[in-house]
């Protein structure tokens, strides 16, 4: 099949590629751009752990066309760093132990930074209900919720009000 | 129709390692010419913190900072013999073998700084915080950096140590069949409250309490966070996930995570964990790990708890509502047990 050019934002840069009209955006960030933080977990948006922001809004990489997202503005965990200055939620991922073997953490931080975004003073039911499409195997859910909660509680007032 | 709660509760004494073939982890250390140290190990992190252990554990017999020590277990191929990392061993096996290694390397590091200070090595201590001095005079130092500088283009000495770990075979009593197959055991014990819904056979696994007896416990955070995921999985085992819900029967098995069943972050039960150090005499600082037995003592306690409450003795893994209910039918409906140590 003939490949299609697709142009979107990645992390605040203009990039684009070439793929098959059937590439997931998974394919194309992962094989394409050389983005790997994004998981390939289950491949059929049961895990999570490929979740990106497209437009702001959390989406399951491995099940959106890449083809869909010309134009789009796509945010990954690998974008959420401000250079050497890791994002509040890295830094509570850390200080709580929010991770063991990290293969859910790149979804587990961008369904947390979706929740966040709209949501900056969560309940921990909130927070429940943000990642409860994202699959752990090795934390027991409990420090990656106290992780969260702590992360709001460090942003800045204003946005909490 | 009702809900009935029950109360379980499970002990366990849980070898640490194996004995096959004495079980044997190795490892080298090397120090890099800038006194940074690099611990070669073939055993992997699964995420269950053993670099960190094995790091904390080099640092502190080299007598150096910790930021000054890599673990490397890049390449099982070319790195030394391990077993690997399973049995809940690498705390306890990887753990004594670096320490082993660090020893050697450290006694050749005091060699090399005694020679530059032209004093006795034995002499000779470490800070902790990348110097050596002559013990009693602290201005009489050098430090780790210059040292391994001087051991590399002056000296020609390579600082480095060798590790190797391995329990004393055992082999079975002829006469008596006995043997020795482990050199430490750890302990716990797990209360687990639960509640059974006598209509639909579910269970909600309400709290649970438990303490452990680790040995040493070489890094406390560590220590907990694996106690708090090994108790979801246990959860997860005692109540939900089966590949194959009808063995030896492969039908109705789940196909994906839809189907295959685990609690999620709105199921979790409220965990309080004691920790008791009682440390190993042959673990690397006493230490022995938790490894496995986070998860096990969840499954029984919770089996017990279902009986508890509905009087039902499910056998086999996992406690479905299906077989819950199925035993209910077949006691002519719920039977409370008597339940001991207060209120739920």
């Known amino acids: 099949m003939a490949k299609v050019p697709v142009q979107f934002r990645l ?3 203009d990039r684009a590629a070439f793929a098959d009209p059937a590439d997931s955006l998974l394919t194309v960030l992962r094989r394409g751009l050389n983005d790997f933080g994004p998981k390939y977990g289950c491949g059929q948006g049961t895990c999570g752990t490929c979740s990106v922001l497209i437009d702001g809004g959390l989406r399951l990489a491995c099940l959106t066309l890449a083809a869909s997202c010309e134009g789009a503005s796509i945010e990954t965990v690998s974008g959420m760093a401000d250079g050497p200055n890791l994002h509040p939620l890295q830094t509570a991922f850390m200080e709580h132990f929010a991770a063991q073997c990290g293969f859910c953490t790149p979804g587990m931080l961008t369904a947390a930074k979706a929740l966040l975004d709209r949501n900056p003073n969560p309940s921990r039911e909130d927070v429940i209900d943000a990642i409860a499409g994202n699959i752990c195997r090795c934390t027991g859910y409990e420090p990656i919720i106290q992780a969260i909660l702590a992360a709001a509680r460090t942003l800045p007032a204003q946005r909490r009000s | 129709m009702a809900r009935y709660k029950g109360r379980g509760m499970a002990s366990v004494n849980y070898p640490i390692g194996m004995n096959l073939g004495g079980d044997p982890s190795q490892a080298l250390i090397h120090s890099n010419p800038d006194g940074k140290f690099t611990v070669a190990l073939s055993a992997i992190d699964l995420g269950q913190g053993m670099k960190q252990v094995t790091r904390q554990v080099a640092a502190e017999t080299l007598g150096v900072p910790i930021e000054d020590v890599y673990v490397d277990t890049a390449d099982s191929d070319t790195g030394p013999h391990d077993m690997g990392s399973f049995a809940s061993r690498g705390t306890h096996r990887m753990g004594n073998a670096v320490i082993a290694a660090a020893r050697e390397a450290r006694g050749v590091l005091l060699e090399a700084a005694a020679e530059e200070l032209e004093v006795n090595a034995a002499d000779l201590v470490t800070d902790g915080k990348g110097n050596i001095h002559v013990k009693g005079a602290p201005s009489r130092a050098i430090t780790v950096r210059a040292t391994a500088q001087a051991a590399q283009f002056k000296q020609g000495k390579t600082i480095a140590g060798r590790g190797i770990f391995l329990i004393p075979l055992s082999s079975v009593d002829p006469e008596t069949g006995e043997m020795n197959p482990n050199t430490a055991f750890a302990h716990a014990c797990l209360v687990a409250d639960v509640e059974v819904d006598d209509e639909t056979g579910e269970v909600s696994v309400l709290g649970m309490s438990s303490a452990y007896e680790l040995g040493r416990v070489i890094n406390p955070k560590m220590v907990e966070q694996q106690l708090v995921g090994g108790a979801w999985m246990g959860i997860s085992h005692a109540l939900y ?26 199921d979790l039960a409220p965990y309080s964990i004691t920790i008791l150090e009682r440390p190993a005499p042959d673990g ?21 708890a279902v009986y508890n409450a509905v009087g039902v003795r499910v056998n086999d893994l996992p406690i479905t509502p299906e077989k819950i209910l199925r035993g209910i039918r077949a006691n002519g409906g719920a039977k409370p047990q008597a339940r001991r140590g207060g209120a739920l």
């Open chain 2, 284 to 304: 690397p600082f006493g230490g022995k790990g938790p490894g496995e037995m986070c998860a096990n003592p969840v499954l029984p306690a919770v089996a017990n």
């Open chain 2, 241 to 266: 996930e089966t590949p194959e819900p009808y063995y030896p029967n492969p039908d109705h098995g789940p196909r994906d995570f839809n189907e295959y069943l685990m609690p999620g972050p709105g």
């Open chain 1, 11 to 13: 992390n605040g840069s």
